[in-house]
């Protein structure tokens, strides 16, 4: 597998905001500080590789899976229906000003009413399966005790709606919607809500034990730590990096807690976590902040999951490190925690939206075009990078798959002819199927995302859906990229154009 040279020439600043948005948590405050606000210029990136695609299409292996993913808080809307309790989302969005255009997740894509009809569509469409997130506030109102059986009522018609019409199922059990009570009490900042979440993986894991599922956990632990709780766009909002800190190691720790329950109840299906990776690219000089930013972004989740250790060199006050407690976070981790963090998992879901660039200082840089969502570097090569390197780097590595992968319109009207979304898919799938072909063991792939939806802080403006929305009347309609994707599964493999 070729090394790439990840160097890039001096690059110039990535908006403060920008750094924000990335999830990489508050990277040392005062270097935030230095960034200039509008001094953005695109880099010509790590020195381009060789590889071009060949003229004919590249295959995937026979059997792989080809869906699409939403998740609860962005598409179901009803969120006071059948005894579903409050979540931080639903409290966040009702602030003034935390959501761009001020909407809620209600009705966002309204699926809680109208997930038949989007079943029949995936159907229409070609796609083997779905990944959506069950919402913990359904099924668990306060988050720990009474169990709300209409909530898991609903998530059983919607996975048999899926069996029955042939597709797969891959449910994520957390993707952000804490119950708010749990929050109250500290949320993933407290390590009480470990086993809380432990508890309602394992109501889930008895209630569809029949179901041959993929089974996330959690979804980017990252971007909950380092832009809920480190920073404050995205909820709970907090704004302190040790509570970031302890938000990472409690979500990996409710992980592990999670597959001990799923091992315990003996269901059927796989299991796994979803981690949003980011290859980091230095500057010349600047490999060592590149390697601590790749600690702080990347193996700061990894390692613990896939050797059962921390990396030394994610915290500290270097440039590229989260500037925390290294004390205060090594306190956190008790006997036993990284045996259960540790334990193995029938696959790992990488989601993979682009990449990053620092310069020696630790000043984030622009070394790729951005997409409309300012954070995304797009860089289709830094997918195979990271699925080598992963393949390379982790011994026991499970099989892998890409649980999202998207880019949005470039407005908020959005459209139904969307170019840039099948050059998006195109040349991603083309890099994965390059990584297959050098030995990558990859088994699923979902586009981000199915539906047009709740964009978080973004709100209804930016729209990551293969199929758009009427918010108006709810009417979808398949974009072009859909038809495409539609060819893709269908041939099992990517054309060049
Ligand atoms: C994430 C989330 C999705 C986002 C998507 C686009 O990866 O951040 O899982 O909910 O909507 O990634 O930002």
């Known amino acids: 597998m070729d090394q790439l040279d990840r160097t890039v020439p001096e690059g110039r600043l990535v908006a403060r905001r920008t750094v924000l948005e990335m ?73 003034p000003g935390r959501i761009d255009d001020g909407s809620t997740g209600d009705p966002a894509a309204d699926q809680y009413r109208r997930w038949e009809s989007d079943l029949d569509l995936m159907v229409d469409l070609g796609l083997q399966a779905y990944r959506f997130s069950v919402a913990w506030p359904r099924v668990v109102p306060a988050g720990s005790g009474e169990v709300n059986q209409k909530g898991i009522d609903h998530y059983r018609r919607l996975v048999d709606g899926l069996l029955d019409r042939g597709l797969h199922p891959a449910i994520t059990l957390y993707h952000w919607d804490l119950p708010q009570p749990l929050q109250d009490a500290g949320g993933w900042a407290v390590r009480d809500t470990v086993d809380r979440f432990a508890e309602y993986a ?17 979804n980017e632990p990252k971007t909950t730590a380092m832009v809920g709780y480190a920073g404050t766009e995205h909820a709970p909002a907090i704004g302190d990096l040790d509570a970031g800190l302890a938000a990472v190691h409690h979500q990996l720790l409710a992980h592990g807690k999670a597959v001990e329950a799923f091992r315990a109840v003996g269901g059927q299906g796989s299991i796994g976590i979803a981690l949003n990776l980011m290859p980091v690219y230095g500057a010349p000089g600047a490999e060592a902040a590149a390697s601590r930013l790749d600690a702080a972004e990347n193996r700061l989740y990894l390692d613990p999951l896939l050797r059962g250790e921390y990396p030394d060199e994610a915290i500290g006050s270097a440039a590229g490190q989260l500037n925390a407690d290294r004390a205060a976070f090594d306190a956190l981790v008790l006997p036993g925690d990284l045996a259960a963090i540790s334990a193995p998992c029938d696959l790992l879901a990488v989601q993979y939206y682009g990449v990053a660039g620092i310069d020696k200082n630790g000043t984030w840089l622009e070394v790729f075009p951005p997409s409309p969502a300012s954070w995304q570097q797009v860089h289709a090569e830094g997918l195979y990078e990271m699925l080598v390197r992963l393949t390379d780097d982790y011994a026991d590595l499970p099989p892998l798959i890409i649980s999202e992968n998207g880019i949005p319109d470039p407005d908020a009207q959005g459209q139904i002819e969307d170019p840039q979304r099948e050059e998006f898919l195109r040349t991603h799938l083309q890099q994965a199927a390059r990584a297959v072909a050098e030995g990558v063991d990859l088994r699923q792939y979902y586009a981000w995302s199915f539906l047009d939806n709740f964009e978080w802080a973004r709100g209804m403006t930016q729209r990551w859906g293969i199929v758009h929305v009427d918010y108006e009347t709810q009417r979808r309609t398949p974009k072009a990229s859909a038809q495409w994707y539609s060819g893709v599964v269908k041939a099992n493999a990517v054309a060049p154009v």
């Open 202 to 218: 394992a109501v889930m894991f008895e209630a569809l034990r029949d179901v041959d599922a993929t089974w996330l956990t959690i």
């Open 23 to 95: 999830g990489c948590g508050l990277v040392g405050l005062g270097l935030l500080a230095a960034c200039a606000d509008d001094d953005r210029a695109t880099l010509p990136g790590p020195t381009p590789t060789t590889w071009t695609a060949p003229a004919e299409p590249l295959r995937f292996p026979e059997g792989f899976v080809w869906g699409s993913a939403t998740s609860a808080f962005q598409v179901e809307g009803s969120t006071t229906a059948d005894g579903r309790g409050v979540s931080i989302w639903d409290t966040f969005a009702a602030q």
